[in-house]
């Protein structure tokens, strides 16, 4: 089983909102991340879970909050967002942080628009 | 800090043609990764090479890591229309785990 699962696969909310995305996997892998990708552009890195713990924020607002529950469940908690947050939020696991076992999976992503 | 090119940007091109996608770096990397991905999905993942001047195959893609681990190619032989998407390259850098995206290539294959 090479998959990770995302849910919901779309979410409008509005600025006032709190909702969260969740993000699942079962490849025993002890890396977790979440990206956040705007059209026409690559992923860009917000949150890194190893052995679930908080290993990388990237300068992540505050309004977006990262919680790992367990090994194979990442989840992203979403309070007062702005219309500017709205993008393609993928989640993505790999084996560990080594160099050499860094491939990372990808689910299909949330799709998010803030209204 | 660590940057991957990717050249072109974008591509259209006939059914049937060859085409050479260019990810470059002048900084080394442990590994790359290709992607492909289509609207509104995730990223799925390629292929991974690891040693320097590795080729590898798969059905019509060839990806090759350059000798020196600062580049790589995706060279697709007979192009589909089914081929259409965008196509990462990412790297994990020699001094951390931070992976590095380039800024992807967008293919369309016309019928």
């Known amino acids: 089983d090479t998959e990770v699962t995302q849910t919901p696969k779309h979410l409008v909310m509005g600025m006032t909102n709190k909702k969260s995305l969740k993000c699942e996997q079962h490849?025993?892998?002890?890396?977790m991340y979440w990206y956040k990708q705007k059209a026409k552009k690559p992923p860009e890195l917000m949150f890194v879970?190893?052995?679930?713990?908080?290993?990388i924020n990237e300068s992540v607002p505050s309004r977006f909050s990262p919680e790992c529950p367990n090994s194979s469940l990442l989840n992203l908690h979403l309070h007062a967002l702005q219309p500017e947050d709205s993008a393609l939020y993928l989640c993505?696991?790999?084996?560990?942080?080594?160099?050499?076992?860094?491939?990372?999976?990808f689910g299909p992503g949330t799709r998010l628009t803030v209204l | 800090t660590q940057l991957l090119e990717q050249s072109p940007q974008f591509l259209s091109i006939q059914e049937g043609e060859n085409l050479t996608v260019y990810c470059n770096s002048s900084?080394?990397?442990?590994?790359l990764q290709w992607y492909r991905q289509e609207p509104g999905e995730g990223p799925v993942l390629l292929v991974t090479?690891?040693?320097?001047?590795e080729v590898k195959k798969l059905k019509r893609l060839t990806f090759q890591f350059g000798d020196a681990r600062k580049d790589s190619s995706l060279h697709i032989t007979a192009a589909q229309p089914g081929d259409t998407g965008l196509y990462l390259c990412?790297?994990?850098?020699?001094?951390?785990?931070?992976?590095?995206f380039g800024a992807g290539t967008r293919l369309f294959v016309k019928a």
């Open positions: 993505a696991s790999s084996q560990d942080l080594s160099t050499s076992e860094s491939r990372q999976f």
């Open positions: 490849m025993g892998h002890r890396a």
């Open positions: 879970y190893s052995y679930e713990k908080l290993s």
């Open positions: 900084s080394v990397f442990s590994s």
């Open positions: 090479v690891v040693t320097g001047g």
């Open positions: 990412a790297g994990a850098g020699t001094g951390g785990f931070k992976t590095i």
